[in-house]
Each structure stands twice: as C-alpha cells, then as structure tokens.
C-alpha cells in the first residue's frame, strides 16, 4: 500500500522535491502524489484544510496518521531508496523539534529558492 503525498503544486520548491521523492523511491508504488487544490485532494481528504497544506507538505500514511511538515520527513526518507538511514537520526533526543523547526522556517521562505 502507497503513502499519498499532498503538496503545494505551485511552489517551485515543493515540485522539485516530489520529483526527488519520485525518483528515489524504493518502489514505483511508494507514494502517490497529490496537489493540494486539486479536486482529488478535496474530494478523498476532505478534512485536510486547503491553506494548511499550503503552507507545509502531508503525509497521509496507509491505515495510519496524517503527518505534516517536519513530521512527515522520516516517514518519506523510509521510502527513499538510499535515504532509509537517514530516517533514524529522527530518533535522537530533540530531532523531531529541531527538524519541525528547521522545516517550518524553510516552508515560510520557500518560495523565495523556486
């Protein structure tokens, strides 16, 4: 079963990662990607806010939790075919804080690297 990646279509950013996502994925059934305005993100994820998936990736994993932001980066590098080690450093003390602040800083000037 297939994580769904929602993402922000129109950030240059946001486009190039779900490339990368795309291309280093363990498997092409991975991940299946979703714009977030489209009418197939509204219509299956309703309860997903269209301005909160704006503003940072989610993460909607099979039979599981919605992960957003900086929460959902050790569930994709799981998925990625050379990263899946990478997906362990989460695990130290402070990570998750380090990488959710890290990551929202990042969103909120992401449009400024596209």
């Not at 279509?9 to 299946?32: I, M, Q, S, Y």
């Not at 993460?59 to 990263?83: F, H, Q, S």
Request: hydrophobic share 40%.
């Amino acid at each position: 079963m297939h994580a769904v990646l929602i993402y922000d279509a129109d950030c240059p950013v946001c486009r190039k990662t779900v490339e990368w996502v795309r291309r280093n994925a363990l498997d092409p059934g991975a991940f299946e990607f979703l714009p977030c305005g489209s009418a197939e993100t509204r219509r299956r994820f309703p309860a997903i806010e269209e301005a909160d998936c704006l503003a940072v990736i989610h993460l909607l994993l099979p039979g599981g939790p919605t992960l957003a932001g900086g929460r959902a980066l050790p569930e994709i590098l799981r998925r990625l075919r050379g990263y899946r080690h990478f997906a362990g450093l989460f695990r130290l003390p402070g990570a998750d804080s380090v990488a959710r602040f890290l990551y929202g800083e990042f969103a909120r000037r992401r449009r400024r690297f596209g």
